[in-house]
């Protein structure tokens, strides 16, 4: 099994900053991909950013230029470098991973989420 646990999250002013971090563990053969979304109350769940193996990264439209997914393939662990925060980007913020934990066996992995809120 694997798991994902973020960390980071917490109260900031808009335009502030947050650095979000996601450590995998458990019986990890192969990392694919790893990716961050976000789920604000009453809304549904959407991509934030993701990066690859090769570290290609994806970005939501509302978040390109202030947010930077990055990887240390190393240690296993994901971050989101949250920059010129806004009040729209509060929210639970979930890591997710796509990983090989033998050399067959594939699957999708979510993390509890960490709550992030950008309020004066």
């Known amino acids: 099994q694997v798991q994902l646990m973020e960390s980071g999250g917490g109260l900031v002013q808009p335009g502030g900053s947050l650095r979000l971090s996601c450590v995998a563990s458990g019986s990890i053969f192969h990392i694919v991909s790893l990716g961050w979304y976000r789920r604000a109350p009453g809304d549904q769940r959407e991509l934030v950013a993701t990066i690859n193996a090769g570290h290609a990264t994806d970005y939501a439209d509302s978040v390109k230029g202030r947010f930077t997914i990055s990887r240390d393939n190393a240690r296993n662990t994901l971050y989101l470098q949250m920059n010129s925060l806004k009040a729209e980007d509060t929210a639970v913020y979930y890591c997710?991973?796509?990983?090989?934990?033998?050399?067959?066996?594939?699957?999708?992995?979510w993390g509890q989420g960490t709550q992030v809120t950008v309020s004066s």
């Open positions: 997710t991973g796509r990983i090989y934990t033998t050399p067959r066996q594939l699957d999708d992995y």
